[in-house]
């Protein structure tokens, strides 16, 4: 995958870390896409994963901030080119010099 494609790949979010989820409340849910959860829902289920499906992937339907908003640069190690991909999810960008 190029940094694009793995930003907009679908993910598993967790509700149980304290200092991960502020100002949200703590959960004990796994926040899972529906096209994630088609094919890994059931074994996640029979490890005593509690799934909450959704079907968008988390965080596309929450309010601006910035939880979720994923970046990523990648250098080339043979090129040294530098690579960028952003979360759709939301206003989102990156820069690399």
């Known amino acids: 995958m190029n940094p694009q494609q793995a930003v907009e790949a679908p993910t598993v979010t967790t509700t149980n870390f304290h200092a991960s989820n502020y100002p949200q409340p703590v959960g004990d849910r796994l926040i899972v ?3 994630l959860a088609e094919v890994a829902g059931k074994a996640l289920e029979a490890k005593g994963h509690k799934l909450q ?44 010099y």
């Open 33 to 35: 896409p529906r096209v």
């Open 53 to 96: 499906v959704t079907n968008r992937q988390h965080p596309y339907d929450q309010q601006p901030a910035g939880a979720g908003a994923i970046k990523l640069i990648w250098v080339d190690p043979r090129t040294g080119v530098f690579n960028v991909g952003v979360s759709p999810a939301k206003d989102n960008y990156a820069l690399a």
